[in-house]
Every structure is written in structure tokens, then in C-alpha cells.
């Protein structure tokens, strides 16, 4: 029952780092999304990937980069870290209607110091 | 862009109280979805409504899709320990998924 795994869990980085954040489904969906959730602030979406081979921005794209490998991963990738990138961040997938709703992972909670 | 007011923020209530909670938005939607997170997890859909005047159960659980298309009401009867959550309204008007929009969730703190 794996659905959407994300890795890791929990990240803690400096200033001026980089990360990639890891996004696998198995559930064989089109679209995958990575959102970012700040108190406050809901959920808004960063980057997606509609079908395998094609990214677009989302609400606040500024500062992350997207990898659709194949069609079960999607990364997404800080190059340089910044304090307001601390968050916790969604990865997602989705096949059917709007109606049907998305599959989210677990997320990953990232500190920037 | 479009927004959503979600209210409340946050409710204490004791178990066994109904409960309901609303969104709002600026503009019209054509579909309305309801999302529970629990602690240290992703959101799950409760339940989706796509027509104006809808209402629609989900075991305790009842959602409306307001009349006007802007806003959208959930209710939970009989609480219980468990519903303890961030309850999410987001909004889509057309388009894919990646035209939804959150807002920004109402906790909900049970008390047994």
C-alpha cells in the first residue's frame, strides 16, 4: 500500500545548500505535483508535471528546479537554500477527474538555518 | 489569483458536538473538494462536490456545494477522538489539477 513515498522524511540544511527531494508513485498516474505547506498559508503548488516529459511552474515557483525522470518519479531540487524555504513540502499524483482528488506522500519537513 | 477563506482557524469542542466549519471564495468554483490531514501526513480527500446545491455524505461526514457556486460548507456530526485534524476546502474551476486551489484549513482539536 505505497502510493506516494517521498524521501527523506525530515531534512535539516544550511544556507546556501542544495537538496533534491524525492518523489515516487506507483499507482502508474500521469500527473505529479509538488506543493509546499507554510502555517497560514495552505497548500500552494510549486511545480507539476501534467504527463511524463513536461514540467510547468506552479504559484511559487522562485528557487526549486523539477526532474519528471519517468513516469513514477518527480523530484524536486533546491539549489541553493534559503530560510523561506523552510517548510514542509507535498509531493502528489493524480490520474482521474479533479473530482477524484489527488494522492499525497507523507511530506517532508525541511528547516533551513 | 483566486482566493479561499476558510473559518474557522482552529475549534476546540468536545466529543460527541457537531461540528461545522466553511469556505468562501472571491470568485465562482465548479468543483469543491474537502480534504482531512492528520498529524505527520499528507491530506485525504473526504469529499468532492461539482454541482451547485450539492450535498453529499461521507459516513459522519456532510458536505454542501453552496448555491451561489462561491462557497461550500462541511459538517461533522458526533465527534469523536479521531476527527482531531487539519480539514482543507480547495476549489477548482476548470482545468486540470494543478488549477485547484487550497485554503488554508481549519484544525480541529477534540476533546474526549
Known amino acids: 500500500n505505497a502510493g506516494v513515498t517521498q524521501t527523506p522524511k525530515f531534512q535539516v540544511l544550511k544556507t546556501g545548500q542544495s537538496m533534491t527531494l524525492q518523489c515516487a508513485q506507483d499507482?502508474?498516474?500521469?500527473?505529479m505535483y509538488w506543493y509546499r505547506q507554510d502555517p497560514g498559508m495552505g497548500l500552494r503548488l510549486i511545480y507539476y508535471s501534467a504527463s511524463e516529459g513536461t514540467t510547468d511552474k506552479g504559484e511559487v515557483p522562485n528557487g526549486y528546479n523539477v526532474s519528471r525522470l519517468n513516469k513514477r518519479e518527480f523530484s524536486l531540487r533546491l539549489e541553493s537554500a534559503a530560510p523561506s524555504q523552510t517548510s514542509v513540502y507535498f509531493c502528489?499524483?493524480?490520474?482521474?477527474?479533479?473530482?477524484?482528488?489527488?494522492?499525497f506522500g507523507d511530506g517532508t519537513r525541511l528547516s533551513i538555518l | 489569483g483566486q482566493q479561499l477563506n476558510q473559518s474557522p482557524q482552529s475549534m476546540f469542542i468536545q466529543e460527541g458536538e457537531d461540528v461545522s466549519m466553511n469556505c468562501t471564495s472571491s470568485s465562482i468554483f465548479n468543483t469543491w473538494l474537502w480534504y482531512k490531514q492528520d498529524p505527520g501526513e499528507g491530506p485525504v480527500l473526504l469529499i468532492a462536490l461539482y454541482k451547485a446545491g450539492e450535498l453529499t455524505s461521507n459516513g459522519r461526514l456532510t458536505a454542501q456545494f453552496g448555491i451561489t457556486r462561491k462557497d461550500s460548507f462541511l459538517n461533522i456530526s458526533a465527534s469523536i477522538p479521531s476527527d482531531v485534524g487539519i480539514y482543507f476546502c480547495a476549489g477548482q474551476l476548470g482545468g486540470g489539477y494543478q488549477k485547484v486551489t487550497f485554503g488554508i484549513g481549519t484544525k480541529l482539536q477534540v476533546i474526549p
Open positions: 499507482m502508474n498516474h500521469n500527473s
Open positions: 502528489a499524483s493524480t490520474q482521474g477527474t479533479v473530482a477524484r482528488g489527488v494522492h
